[in-house]
């Protein structure tokens, strides 16, 4: 089976972070976003994927060093000027003449996929959306439907308390190829505000999955701190990162680290390979990429050290993200 990934995105919101790394290649736990992502398609049996990129599209090519992932084969579909979800997956999946996958570039999700393809084959849909639940919908893209999944409307970003649901757009879609033919090529046009809005108009077979599985959006610094966490807490499996070995409960280790032996580690955290953590430091809810120095008698809480970062002895770091670019010095 096949997948698109939109990674077009600038993620100015997590910016300096994005200013030279596209936000589907930070990490999470030590691990490339865009890789778990292909880990879970693979889980699928997904075997190619088309990356759909805008920003910085040469990031993409040089950290996957080639066209494969895994078992996973890779292509990359690069726009000249930005496209819209619609107008990137119409740009992206031009050529493919099977049922396929489209998920977006920044959604940490534990969806079954097999549950939703059983869902689209059963409704002999032409395009499904995994929906999820949210406490104040005010901000999304909110879909109604009836009780056998068939959609009834979309109702983009409601006043707050006047939702009709508080189901969600997952940002996650099973397609059939016909979709794409509803597309314009080459334009500008957005799937969830035009293609699926105009299917209903055209009684297109359009239908709604309802998951109570892990969702999280990345794009801000807040989720993308809460993604460390919930990765480490186990909410999307175990173990939060490969190789990693649980030295005590809630402390994970990956590779060789350096480790003194008064340095405190408190759960949860993760250390990466090559990181070298110093006497009486204290690690706390954090992530230390690999190869990151943290000095004697430093403190770090609620943070996320990029690979190659640097912590000088006594500096005290709280709810930073902290690029292999920068050193930490105490203030």
């Known amino acids: 089976m096949k997948a698109v990934v939109l990674v077009g995105g600038e993620g100015t919101r997590l910016r300096p972070l994005t200013l030279h790394t596209p936000k589907p290649l930070l990490p999470i736990a030590n691990v490339a976003f865009i890789e778990r992502q292909l880990d879970w398609l693979g889980r699928y049996g997904v075997t190619?994927?088309?990356?759909?990129?805008?920003?910085?599209?040469?990031?993409?090519?040089?950290?996957?060093?080639?066209?494969?992932?895994?078992?996973?084969?890779?292509?990359?579909?690069?726009?000249?000027?930005?496209?819209?979800?619609?107008?990137?997956?119409?740009?992206?999946?031009?050529?493919?003449?099977?049922?396929?996958?489209?998920?977006?570039?920044?959604?940490?999700?534990?969806?079954?996929?097999?549950?939703?393809?059983?869902?689209?084959?059963?409704?002999?849909?032409?395009?499904?959306?995994?929906?999820t639940r949210v406490l104040d919908p005010s901000a999304f893209g909110v879909v109604p439907t009836r009780e056998d999944g068939e959609v009834i409307a979309f109702v983009e970003k409601p006043p707050a308390g006047q939702a009709p649901t508080d189901w969600i757009n997952a940002g996650t879609y099973i397609l059939e190829?016909?979709?794409?033919?509803?597309?314009?090529?080459?334009?500008?046009?957005s799937v969830e505000r035009e293609t699926f809005p105009r299917m209903l108009e055209e009684t297109g077979r359009l239908y709604a999955l309802q998951s109570e599985g892990y969702w999280l959006d990345i794009g801000t610094p807040e989720k993308y701190e809460q993604a460390q966490h919930d990765v480490l807490l186990g909410c999307v499996g175990f173990p939060p990162a490969p190789g990693a070995v649980e030295r005590s409960l809630g402390v994970w280790v990956q590779g060789s680290p350096e480790i003194a032996a008064d340095a405190l580690l408190e759960p949860p955290c993760l250390i990466g390979d090559g990181a070298v953590i110093g006497e009486r430091a204290q690690i706390a809810n954090s992530v230390v990429g690999k190869g990151v120095k943290v000095g004697a008698d430093a403190a770090v809480r609620d943070a996320i050290l990029l690979e190659g970062a640097s912590v000088s002895a006594g500096a005290d770091v709280k709810r930073l993200a902290v690029t292999g670019e920068c050193e930490l010095s105490v203030v």
């Open 177 to 189: 190829p016909s979709v794409l033919k509803r597309i314009p090529v080459r334009l500008n046009v």
């Open 48 to 131: 190619e994927v088309i990356l759909s990129i805008g920003y910085l599209p040469d990031a993409f090519i040089r950290h996957f060093n080639g066209d494969s992932y895994g078992e996973i084969h890779l292509r990359y579909a690069v726009e000249d000027e930005p496209l819209g979800t619609a107008g990137a997956i119409r740009f992206a999946a031009d050529g493919i003449e099977e049922r396929f996958i489209v998920c977006n570039g920044d959604v940490l999700t534990d969806l079954d996929l097999g549950e939703m393809m059983e869902f689209h084959a059963a409704r002999k849909a032409e395009a499904s959306i995994a929906l």
